[in-house]
């Protein structure tokens, strides 16, 4: 079985937080992991901010952004569902980025996995995805 992962669960396998536990038990899982390759500038991104708040320091968010790819079985091409991550933003009025995860999961047929709570309470109005909450 597949599982689309968002930024908001895989960042928590590189810093410890809230949620980082039950993440972890992803990885150990028999689902093949997948995302979109737009996951890799989000976490980024989430470990930079950890980095000016002196929560990691450089190495270990170089060392963190190394390693994500490795976390999943598959990085999908962003070119590939840009067109429907778009479509579902403006239906949803909701950010693209994360949309990319809703047409991702919707285009494979599998669930999305995230702590994102806006993302949870927005994809709920699509039909057709499954969601959880990490």
Same mark, same amino acid.
């Given at each position: 079985?597949?599982?689309? $992962?968002?930024?908001?669960?895989? $960042?928590?396998?590189?810093?410890?937080?809230?949620?980082?536990?039950?993440?972890?038990?992803?990885?150990?899982?028999?689902?093949?992991?997948?995302?979109?390759?737009? $996951?890799?500038?989000?976490?980024?991104?989430?470990?930079?901010?950890?980095? $000016?708040?002196?929560?990691?320091?450089?190495?270990?968010?170089?060392?963190?952004?190394?390693?994500?790819?490795?976390?999943?079985?598959?990085?999908?091409?962003?070119?590939?569902?840009?067109?429907?991550?778009?479509?579902?933003?403006?239906?949803?009025?909701?950010?693209?980025?994360?949309?990319?995860?809703?047409?991702?999961?919707?285009?494979?047929?599998?669930?999305?996995?995230?702590?994102?709570?806006?993302?949870?309470?927005?994809?709920?109005?699509?039909?057709?995805?499954?969601?959880?909450?990490?």
């Amino acid at each position: 079985m597949s599982l689309i $992962v968002d930024a908001s669960v895989a $960042v928590k396998w590189l810093s410890e937080e809230p949620g980082s536990a039950q993440a972890e038990v992803l990885l150990a899982g028999v689902d093949d992991l997948i995302a979109p390759e737009l $996951v890799l500038a989000e976490i980024g991104n989430a470990l930079w901010k950890k980095a $000016v708040a002196r929560i990691l320091d450089r190495r270990q968010m170089l060392d963190g952004i190394q390693r994500v790819p490795a976390f999943f079985d598959r990085l999908v091409p962003v070119p590939e569902i840009a067109t429907r991550a778009t479509e579902i933003a403006l239906d949803l009025r909701h950010p693209v980025y994360d949309c990319f995860y809703l047409a991702l999961a919707e285009r494979e047929r599998c669930s999305l996995i995230t702590a994102d709570k806006r993302l949870l309470s927005v994809a709920k109005k699509m039909k057709g995805i499954e969601v959880q909450k990490l």
